[in-house]
C-alpha cells in the first residue's frame, strides 16, 4: 500500500511521507495557478479515496488494527498538509519552497508521532476510517502551522 514502500525495513510511515513530499515538491515545481490547485486537488482527493479503500482491505488481510506496510494514509495526509501552500492569496517568498517542505514533512511527521488531541482519539474509529482520520488530522494541523510560520515570516 502506497507503492510497496510500506516494506522499507525502517520507518516506512517516513519513507511514505518523504515520497509524497517529493511528489509535491515536483508539482510545485512545474505548475502554478489555477492548474496547480485543480492538480492538487484531485490528487488530493484520489489519495485519500485510495487511502480508506486500500487500508479497509489491508485490514480484512492482515487482521490487525494499523499495519505498519500500509503508507498511504502518510502519503495522502502528508499530500494534504501543503494544502497551505497551494491557497490562493497565500504568498511565499521566493526561493523559500524547500523551507516550507522541509518544515511541512517534519510538523507532519512530530504530529502524526505525537497525535495530540483529538488525534490520538480518532484512532478508536472503526476500520480504516481510525486508520486514515488521524493522518487527515495530523495534517490540517501541519497545514494551520505552515501558514502561521508564513504569517510570522519564520520560514523566510
Request: proline share 5%; aromatic share 14%; charged share 15%.
Amino acid at each position: 500500500m502506497g507503492l510497496g514502500l510500506g516494506y522499507f525495513p525502517v520507518w516506512p510511515g517516513t519513507v511514505g511521507s518523504l515520497a509524497s513530499v517529493l511528489a509535491f515538491a515536483l508539482l510545485f515545481h512545474f505548475l502554478e495557478g489555477v492548474l496547480l490547485r485543480f492538480t492538487y486537488l484531485v490528487v488530493l482527493l484520489a489519495l485519500v479515496l485510495v487511502a480508506f479503500w486500500s487500508t479497509e482491505h489491508a485490514l480484512r488481510r492482515w487482521q490487525t488494527e494499523d499495519p505498519q506496510v500500509v503508507v498511504i494514509d502518510e502519503v495522502a495526509g502528508q499530500w494534504l498538509a501543503y494544502g497551505a501552500l497551494v491557497l490562493p492569496g497565500i504568498e511565499y517568498p521566493a526561493g523559500a519552497g524547500w523551507k516550507y517542505l522541509l518544515a511541512g514533512f517534519i510538523l507532519f511527521r512530530a504530529l502524526d508521532t505525537m497525535k495530540p488531541f483529538p488525534i490520538r482519539r480518532s484512532e478508536h474509529l472503526p476500520g480504516a476510517t481510525g486508520v486514515v482520520v488521524d493522518d487527515l488530522i495530523a495534517a490540517v494541523y501541519s497545514g494551520l502551522a505552515l501558514l502561521g510560520l508564513n504569517w510570522t515570516g519564520w520560514l523566510r
